[in-house]
């Protein structure tokens, strides 16, 4: 009689289980955990085969930061820090072209008012022999030859930014007249230039020459005088008597 069958003979004993926990966090206090030597199994029967070790699968690499880990990347740090430097060297690049286009504008106003002064100073030495053809003009000397080149020398200094004022009937300007002269009529309303001795000249915006006039004020004493001159006279010459003046008035 065959008996029953048993898988478990001819088999030794168990082999024990070992779990290892390797987590670096304890899953009960939230800590680090120190790194600690691996304890070596014990050692079971001699021909018992060596312990399968179970273990837990390692935290993947993208996982978040361990507890007192920094968040913050190298790469992260080095990106800002080359952010800045070129913030820094982008500033200092505007600021000094900034001030070379300030420097450039300085320069040219000050080339152009160097060239307008060195202008005005050769026409101011013209002026007197512009006075001189202004006179021999006015006596009727300019003529022929010398009047095609005096026209062509005051036409030049036009041109060039010369203008000349001082009219009779131009209002009194003390900044561009210099009054030496002076009279008073009911004919004006303020005062007016009415004489001109010497004409006066400008360059550009720079008076070179204050024109030398004979001002007329208003008269305030015309307009009484007027109007008295308007009122009728008596009748045949005679004064009316003062009880004729009493009745009139009494009308």
Known sequence: MTGRYD????????????????????????????????????????????AEEITEPEPAAHAGPGLGESIVDDS????????KELAERTADLQRLQ???A??????????EQVVAGAKASVVNDLLPLLDDLERAEQ????????????EKLVGSLQRSGLEAFGAEGEPFDPSV????????????????????????????????RAALVG??????????????????????????LEGELFDENNR
């Open 7 to 50: 898988e478990t003979e001819g088999q030794g004993p168990e082999e024990p289980v070992v779990v290892r926990d390797r987590r670096r966090i304890d899953p009960l206090t939230g800590e680090v955990r120190s790194a600690a030597p691996e304890a070596e199994p014990k050692e079971g029967p001699k021909h018992a085969a060596p």
């Open 76 to 83: 992260v740090s080095v990106a800002t820090g080359l952010e």
């Open 98 to 100: 900034a001030e070379y």
């Open 102 to 111: 300030n420097y450039r504008k300085r320069v040219d106003r000050d080339r």
């Open 139 to 150: 006596h009727g000397d300019l003529t022929g030859a010398f009047k095609a080149v005096g």
């Open 177 to 208: 007249h210099e009054a030496v002269q002076h009279s008073t009529s009911p004919d004006v309303a303020g005062p007016t230039v009415t004489t001109v001795m010497r004409r006066g000249y400008r360059f550009g915006e720079r008076v070179l």
């Open 215 to 240: 001002v007329t004020d208003h008269e305030p004493g015309a307009a009484p005088a007027a109007q008295d001159a308007a009122v009728d006279p008596p009748v045949g010459g005679e004064l009316p």
